[in-house]
């Protein structure tokens, strides 16, 4: 390799996914925003800005449901912690929402186990269509020390987002295709023989599967996730005194490093 | 009386104000009395390595800190994360704003934190083995699994758009070389380093002279991430001001550049090929 693949892209920049012809007309994957795509609500526009194709209207209903049930108005949730606290300290809206929304691409809540439990879904299948089996397909990848995302849930048992989720697909008339069902039947399987709960990640994922949203395009759609929820979080810390969301006393901070010590000894 | 939402920490210890619970007298890092003692004595190289560490640095390692910290202290306005936090400086938009672009386009895979930090795992796992290096550089995702990152698209450490070693790159080795331990990844590195630049193709690139040395400094892939988002900021910060001062009729304004083509649909597209 070589600078010279650079040079081909250093005064020019061809694309088809689109172009804002300013004072003229803005074109999104070849469909004029204003005149063809002016009547989208907001989430089909942007599954069809990620997708480059119209998803339908029925996905895109499912899909902002997905966001709809985890529209979380609660503080002691984390993102929504970190927005609230920007809000006590008078950080501006955008970069509390920012801030909030950066730390949604976590380890153990959601973009990567989403992503994780998409991809889960998507080797489950090829696994079945080479002729194997569910449980053993969940068995070696519990030998390999991999977590299997979607299934266990930090803080409690249950997830009052399934029956939603799940009413939602019977409604749109999506709850027929064989990821989600591989979902479910991967948790039967995991608490028949370990106890494991469901969360509505699996459940998100199968959809998704069944969709067909690759993982990438999972993971930009789930982005702007949390942002509803993160709003008000800001909007109650900032209203109230500075400084008092949640404020740690000194004694507080539990110290379990070094005695203390001496810098000259 | 205390709460039941207490943080645990090896780092920090603080002694309240007798008339405040909420204000510290007294706060301690490592076992250290920061304000008592630190601060008066310490380098602000020896107290980083402190805190991340958990103990006092040896002897040359906050010099070694100090000058990668120079040598990466700004990229210039050419490269990514600079750009980036220029594009907010232009605008007028926050100065957070401007760090946290700058945070976000250089914790990338090219020339950014998730690269360096990858190249740290390779230290740890390749060590000075040079036959395993030059298999793992070709092959650095061994996971079959999705990720919220991507797979690698080239050898890390080294700069697949790169066709000589840059005299800065080098420059900065030969300085960094001489602080380093004469056995450690930086030493190794310079030995081997034209032999894995033509293995891979392409010359070495600063993430993986950055991580040679963080590596040489103890820092794991978390540390040594941190430290070069860290380390990187001042050029961006700098630049971000510099650029809000300039004005954006003096700003680069892309637009005629973007070529729309309607010839065809997008299923070709390099992302339809990433399921």
């Known amino acids: 390799m070589s600078h010279k693949r650079l040079l081909d892209t250093e005064k020019r920049w061809v694309t088809r996914k689109g172009k804002a012809y300013l004072s003229d007309r803005v074109i999104v994957h070849g469909k004029d925003l204003h005149k063809e795509l002016g009547d989208y609500d907001w989430i ?34 984390w993102p929504n912690h970190v927005t609230a606290l920007a809000g006590t300290v008078r950080a501006t809206a955008s970069l509390s929402l920012m801030a909030g929304l950066s730390i949604s691409e ?25 002729g194997g089996d569910l449980g053993e397909f969940v068995e070696n990848e519990k030998s390999a020390g991999r977590t299997i995302y979607g299934y266990g849930r930090p803080l409690s048992r249950t997830d009052e987002r399934i029956p939603f989720m799940l009413d939602k697909a019977r409604e749109f ?10 979902a479910l039947n991967v948790h039967s399987y995991l608490y028949e023989k370990y106890g494991y709960s469901m969360n509505v990640a699996a459940v998100h994922a199968g959809l998704a599967a069944d969709i067909g949203l690759s993982c990438q395009e999972y993971q930009i759609f789930g982005s702007p996730a949390f942002v509803t929820g993160l709003a008000p979080c800001y909007q109650d810390a900032r209203d109230r005194p500075e400084g008092s969301f949640f404020p740690v006393r000194c004694s507080n901070i539990v110290y379990e490093g070094p005695a203390k010590r001496n810098w000259s000894a | 009386m ?24 007294a706060c301690y890092c490592r076992g250290y009395d920061v304000y008592g003692e630190v601060v008066r004595k310490a380098g602000w190289f020896e107290y980083l390595l402190l805190m991340f560490k958990g103990e006092r640095p040896g002897t ?5 800190l100090e000058k990668l910290a120079l040598v990466i202290a700004n990229p210039g306005p050419r490269e990514a994360s600079v750009r980036a936090a220029m594009n907010a400086g232009v605008a007028g938009t926050n100065h957070s704003s401007a760090l946290m672009a700058a945070l976000a ?7 950014g934190s998730q690269e360096l930090s990858v190249c740290i795992g390779l230290w740890q796992e390749c060590r000075f083995d040079f036959d395993r290096w030059c298999a793992r550089l070709l092959n650095p995702s061994d996971d079959e699994r999705a990720d919220i990152w991507l797979p690698m698209e080239h050898a890390p450490g080294f700069d697949p758009n790169g066709d000589v070693t840059p005299t800065p790159i080098l420059q900065s080795l030969d300085l960094l070389v001489g602080l380093a331990p004469a ?18 193709g392409y010359p070495l690139a600063m993430s993986g002279l950055a991580a040679a040395a963080l590596v040489d400094l103890g ?6 991430s941190m430290l070069y988002l860290m380390l990187r900021l001042p050029g961006a910060a700098a630049h971000a001001l510099e650029q809000k001062q300039m004005g954006w009729k003096k700003f680069p304004y892309y637009g005629p550049a973007i070529e729309l083509d309607e010839s065809g649909s997008n299923t070709d597209s390099p992302e339809a090929t990433r399921k």
Not at chain 1, 173 to 182: A, S
């Open chain 1, 44 to 77: 089909h526009l942007y599954l069809y800005a990620i997708l480059g194709r119209d998803p339908g209207e029925n996905v895109a209903k499912l899909l902002s449901s997905f966001w709809v049930s985890t529209s979380y108005p609660d503080a002691s949730i």
């Open chain 1, 106 to 130: 976590a380890s153990i809540y959601g973009r990567r186990p989403e992503v994780r439990a998409l991809d889960f879904f998507y080797r489950a299948g090829k696994h079945l269509d080479a």
């Open chain 1, 173 to 182: 008339e999506l709850d027929g295709g064989r990821y989600l069902q591989i």
């Open chain 2, 2 to 25: 205390a709460t039941e939402y207490q943080y645990h920490s090896n780092i920090w210890l603080e002694e309240p104000e007798a008339e405040n619970p909420f204000a510290a007298r």
């Open chain 2, 60 to 64: 040359g390692e906050p010099e070694l």
């Open chain 2, 105 to 111: 386009v250089g914790a990338g895979q090219y020339g």
């Open chain 2, 183 to 200: 056995n450690g990844a930086l030493a190794w590195l310079k030995a081997n380093r034209q032999a894995l630049e033509q293995h891979v």
């Open chain 2, 219 to 224: 820092m794991d892939p978390d540390q040594g």
